[in-house]
């Protein structure tokens, strides 16, 4: 190889890594639109960010930091300008193109993390080899490819935590101020982009102390701390404006995070984090590169501790915090994946190393990142099909009158069952048959949605706690002849029956009591699922062939609509 081919091999794998991510975080990115069923996704950011145009900058809402918000808030800019009203109909009149915009901006950062990951694991172990492998893994685990997919901040935030990882990485090898910086910078606007990135100001203090280069270590972290509350300032600015509302949000973050909220989900089958979360890394990061991370950071502590004290507490001390609070969620460990992969990289080549052959690296590798690229690709085949809720609704359209009234559970946004046929959000006023597609029962016990009278509020996780056989009759009585049932909500009565002895008893009236007509599933001919929060919403397992949950409407015998 030439000294120019040479010189341009390592830019090449560079941008070849991030082709390859953003394309496995860009197939299918459209999935469900116009409506957007993932409850996140459609309550928080682009909203928000749609409604920053009416009030100013001031988001008004902590409880996720609004630094992609912002960057959404800019997007939309460009895109619409920033008259409110020309923005509101824009975004009333085609939604899909401003979560088509979010969601191409949520995989264009997580791709971006890749690079920045590979360089992040060359500059810590001086090995372009090392540094290619972890870009490559962080590329096609599966959560990251998945969650890339989506109008959230989960993956955005892995790409400035992967800036501030090459900062920590130049700490190590060299000391310098400017490394402390990039360090803190980066890690200001991770945080700013998702609160548990700030897990990470541990490895920086650990490479601050642990680097053999001799250098003013505490004037190094000034130079970290005050540009990385800088950065996140600048990115939250009205954490310091709006201060108040700032700290009573964290605090209730906090709060929910921890389960004392409304406690644990109904349906979670682990009792307990740590193992849910060890679990999680075996399909979200990948069998074999979890047993690598974890053997390279054993090997980094026999070989190289100082390594070890850089790269180990971080993910450790988020196992431990998240793992013993009572709401689990597999995305919350995300900003971690960049360290894990950088720690399976070093195990594949020191494996490889002691058996010399120069084949057993690319080997290696090739095993480690199979599973990961065989289920992201899987998931963007399946996330490019209809989703079974726009399947029923297809369905209902031709053989369910406008106007007509209908019970559906919570699994799709109310604009699926309102819109009168055409993709514009806002509902319209229900019970009156004008403009709704269908006029759609509340989720709670004993009320009918209408204009007139409110109905309480049933958090999503609880709707189940609420149901009882009696309500089938209410319906009857009420002329709501058709039920849509869909396993998102069933399948966690039937994962913890003892939870809702209630919720199955009304499932069985409701089979009694109705006739199913329709009945459309993910998975095809190959199977079923068992329910699970993860893969109901994920989609990981190999036998799903569209995304959504299973859907089946009855109709009610002896109901006058």
């Known amino acids: ?111 971006l993390a890749v690079p920045l990951t590979a360089i992040a694991g060359a500059r810590l172990f001086e090995d372009k080899r090392v540094g290619f492998i972890a870009g490559a893994l962080l590329a096609v685990a599966f959560l990251p ?21 090459v900062g920590v990485a130049g700490i190590y090898r060299t000391g310098r101020m400017r490394e402390y910086v990039l360090a803190g910078v980066g890690l200001g606007l991770a945080i700013a982009t998702k609160y548990q990135a700030g897990i990470v100001v541990v490895t920086i203090v650990a490479a601050a102390f642990a680097s053999p280069v001799v250098h003013s270590r505490l004037k190094g972290l000034a130079f970290a701390f ?116 950088m720690s399976a990289a070093w195990a594949i080549v020191a494996l490889a190393e002691r058996w010399r052959p120069r084949v057993l690296i690319p080997a290696l590798a090739a095993l480690a990142l199979l599973q990961p690229l065989v289920f992201s690709v899987h998931n963007d085949v399946v996330l490019a099909r209809d989703d079974t809720r726009q399947v029923a609704r297809d369905w209902m359209r031709q053989n369910i009158p406008i106007g007509t009234k209908i019970v559906m559970e919570p699994i799709a946004p109310d604009q699926w069952a309102t819109d009168a046929g055409h993709p514009v959000f806002g509902e319209p006023p229900l019970g009156t048959g004008s403009g709704a597609r269908w006029n759609k029962y509340a989720t709670s016990r004993s009320c009918f949605k209408t204009t007139v009278r409110p109905c309480p509020v049933v958090k999503l996780e609880d709707y189940e706690r609420t ?66 929060f993860d893969y109901s919403f994920n989609y990981y397992p190999l036998d799903y062939e569209r995304p959504g949950p299973e859907i089946t409407i009855y109709k009610l015998r002896n109901c006058d609509p």
């Open 226 to 341: 005050a540009p990385m509350l800088l950065a996140f300032l600048v990115a939250n600015p009205y954490a310091l404006l709006d201060r108040t509302q700032f700290i009573d949000d964290l605090q209730k973050q906090t709060s929910t995070a921890a389960g004392n909220e409304g406690g644990g989900k109904l349906g979670l089958a682990q009792t307990h984090g740590l193992g849910y979360y060890l679990q999680t890394f075996t399909w979200g990061f990948g069998w074999l590169p979890s047993l690598l991370a974890l053997g390279g950071l054993g090997g980094l502590i026999a070989r190289h501790r100082r390594l070890a004290i850089v790269l180990a507490p971080a993910p450790i001390l988020l196992l431990l915090y998240f793992g013993n609070n009572s709401r689990f969620f597999a995305r919350w460990m995300l900003p971690m994946y960049p360290i894990l992969a």
């Open 145 to 165: 490819v998945h969650y890339g997919h989506f109008a959230l901040n989960d993956a955005p935030t892995m790409a400035p935590l992967a800036l501030s990882l």
């Open 467 to 532: 149901l009882h056989p009696p309500l089938i009759e209410s319906y009857a009585n009420g002329g709501f002849c058709w039920v849509i049932s869909g396993s998102t909500q069933s399948g966690r009565a039937y994962a913890d029956p003892e939870e809702v002895p209630d919720a199955l008893e009304y499932y069985d009236e409701l089979r009694k009591r109705g006739d199913e007509v329709f009945h459309v599933s993910p998975y095809g001919e190959r199977g079923r699922v068992p329910f699970s």
């Open 1 to 111: 190889m030439s000294a120019v081919s040479r010189r341009w091999a390592w830019p090449a794998a560079l941008v070849g890594l991030f082709a390859l991510a953003l394309i496995l975080r860009l197939v299918g990115f459209k999935t469900g639109l116009p409506y957007v069923y993932n409850a996140d996704e459609n309550a928080h950011f682009v909203p928000r960010a749609i409604g920053m145009f009416g009030h100013g900058w001031n988001p008004g809402y902590f409880i996720n930091p609004p630094a992609f918000t912002y960057v959404l808030h800019l997007l939309f800019a460009i895109r619409w300008g920033t008259d409110p009203a020309s923005v509101g109909g824009a975004f009333a009149a085609n939604p899909t193109e401003a979560f088509a915009i979010a969601r191409a901006a949520s995989g264009f950062l997580g791709a």
